[in-house]
């Protein structure tokens, strides 16, 4: 709907933002986690923002709209962290805040927030090793390539609806497979279609949120080691 369009396009261009500041404002190398605010930013979206930078980072992120008085925000975690503990800690600084493990939103004062941002980077500074801040893939089953067809993933799709606390399963390939043809998606070529050579089928994957730029080594080392959610195209 044309509702969902301006809504996608309205977080496109607070996550762009959000990629300028850490460029400009962030010491990726010493950050643990990203906390950035904009008086421009919409409440509506800055939760997928925050969702999709920790997707990038994996950092904790903290993305807020900057009120006259007041900061306004959703946070998102990482698996090392109880982010909804972590913001308890400092629940002095805060006017209102709820959430679980992973994601959690909060309201404070203007006046508070650079301390609360710099108790929150000192805490998780003690807390998170650099091991935390690698990402890990949870593979659930690896399967042979004669097993990727429809009817091998009916099961899976029957357990739907999946979301929080019940994630799509994650399947790998045994084998390594050759990638035919890389192109983008998107109205700024930011997502990516991969035509692959899996035995002797072609079979078409799609990465989000990946340019095709990103794939040019990968295809010409020529083998890629595969880890995907099966979806049907209908």
């Given at each position: 709907s044309v509702q969902n369009a301006a809504r996608q396009e309205l977080c496109e261009q607070i996550y762009r933002q959000a990629l300028e500041k850490i460029e400009r404002e962030v010491d990726l190398t010493k950050a643990r986690a990203l906390m950035l605010a904009d008086h421009a930013w919409h409440h509506g979206v800055v939760g997928i923002v925050a969702s999709r930078l920790v997707e990038k980072f994996h950092l904790p992120a903290f993305v807020a709209v900057l009120e006259e008085h007041d900061v306004k925000g959703s946070a998102r975690g990482i698996p090392a962290i109880d982010l909804f503990e972590e913001i308890s800690k400092h629940a002095a600084l805060l006017n209102k805040f709820?959430?679980?493990?992973?994601?959690?939103?909060?309201?404070l004062s203007v006046?508070?927030?650079?301390?609360?941002?710099?108790?929150?980077?000192?805490?998780?500074?003690?807390?998170?090793?650099?091991?935390?801040?690698?990402?890990?893939?949870?593979?659930?089953?690896?399967?042979?390539?004669?097993?990727l067809h429809l009817q091998?993933?009916?099961?899976?799709?029957?357990?739907?609806?999946?979301?929080?606390?019940?994630?799509?399963?994650?399947?790998?390939?045994?084998?390594?497979?050759?990638?035919?043809?890389?192109?983008?998606?998107?109205?700024?070529?930011?997502h990516t279609?991969?035509?692959?050579?899996?035995?002797?089928?072609?079979?078409?994957?799609?990465?989000?949120?990946?340019?095709?730029?990103?794939?040019?080594?990968?295809?010409?080392?020529?083998?890629?080691?595969?880890?995907?959610?099966?979806?049907?195209?209908?």
């Open positions: 709820g959430g679980h493990k992973a994601a959690a939103g909060f309201s006046a508070n927030w650079a301390e609360f941002q710099d108790k929150v980077q000192n805490e998780l500074k003690g807390i998170l090793t650099d091991e935390d801040l690698q990402p890990v893939l949870h593979i659930d089953s690896p399967i042979p390539p004669s097993d091998g993933f009916e099961g899976v799709w029957g357990l739907s609806p999946f979301g929080m606390g019940f994630a799509k399963p994650v399947f790998s390939l045994q084998e390594a497979v050759s990638i035919r043809e890389v192109q983008g998606l998107g109205k700024g070529q930011e279609k991969l035509l692959l050579h899996i035995g002797q089928n072609v079979i078409e994957a799609i990465q989000w949120r990946v340019p095709p730029s990103e794939f040019v080594e990968v295809k010409k080392s020529g083998r890629l080691q595969l880890a995907f959610t099966p979806n049907k195209a209908f």
